[in-house]
Antibody, heavy 119, light 110 residues
Framework: QLQLQESGPGLVKPSETLSLTCTVS??????????WGWIRQPPGKGLEWIGS???????YYNPSLKSRVTISVDTSKNQFSLKLSSVTAADTAVYYCARHAPPYGFDPWGQGTLVTVSS | EIVLTQSPGTLSLSPGERATLSCRASQSVSSSYLAWYQQKPGQAPRLLIY???SRATGIPDRFSGSGSGTDFTLTISRLEPEDFAVYYC???????????FGQGTKLEIK
């Protein structure tokens, strides 16, 4: 079955760039039916969609984060990645990657990875 | 941007009871574009319902979704101990491409 796994540093300094990778196993990231997204959840708070990418490279970002977000895909490695620049403490969150097929929901999800922004 | 407001914020019920969770949108949402998730502590969210009323794979039939326009409901017919969790609604917007989540409803054991 399809599985997603986030990876990357758990601690990032303020003003630096947060970088995470999601590795997809059990299926191809190049499937024409699906998009691949990033969602985050600050500790004790709700969910926020960050953005999504199609295997062709088309990207879609949350307007509230668009100026700081870059999502890319590497089909040869079956991975997609997130970069969030100029981070502050407000970017401390569990970051999830997930597959989706608009207009339907996100399924499945990775287990999530906590990223803390602190000096 | 469409805002989703979930109510109540916390719902206290006993196993065996019926749970009714509400999700209200600030503008009309296509039923095809409304989903519900369950999240337990320390776990990723799990898709329960998509298209407002279709159960995702493996979801028990005690979970049902309904609604249209601006008002949507998630109903759990008979609560099992494992159903106590936080529930989120989510909508998709195609123009622009955008996903938004409600703030969540915590279903706790009474």
């Amino acid at each position: 079955q399809l599985q997603l796994q986030e990876s990357g540093p758990g601690l990032v300094k303020p003003s630096e760039t947060l970088s995470l990778t999601c590795t997809v196993s059990g299926g191809s990231i190049s499937s024409s039916s699906y998009y691949w997204g990033w969602i985050r959840q600050p500790p004790g708070k709700g969910l926020e969609w960050i953005g999504s990418i199609y295997y062709s490279g088309s990207t879609y970002y949350n307007p509230s984060l668009k100026s700081r977000v870059t999502i890319s895909v590497d089909t040869s490695k079956n991975q997609f990645s997130l970069k969030l620049s100029s981070v502050t403490a407000a970017d401390t969150a569990v970051y999830y990657c997930a597959r989706h097929a608009p207009p339907y929901g996100f399924d499945p999800w990775g287990q999530g990875t906590l990223v803390t922004v602190s000096s | 941007e469409i805002v989703l407001t979930q109510s109540p914020g916390t719902l206290s019920l006993s196993p065996g009871e019926r749970a009714t969770l509400s999700c209200r949108a600030s503008q009309s949402v296509s039923s095809s574009y409304l989903a519900w998730y369950q999240q337990k502590p320390g776990q990723a969210p799990r898709l329960l319902i998509y298209g407002a009323s279709s159960r995702a794979t493996g979801i028990p039939d005690r979970f049902s979704g309904s609604g249209s326009g601006t008002d949507f409901t998630l109903t759990i017919s008979r609560l099992e101990p494992e159903d106590f969790a936080v529930y989120y609604c989510q909508q998709y917007g195609s123009s622009p491409f955008m996903y938004t989540f409600g703030q969540g409803t915590k279903l706790e054991i009474k």
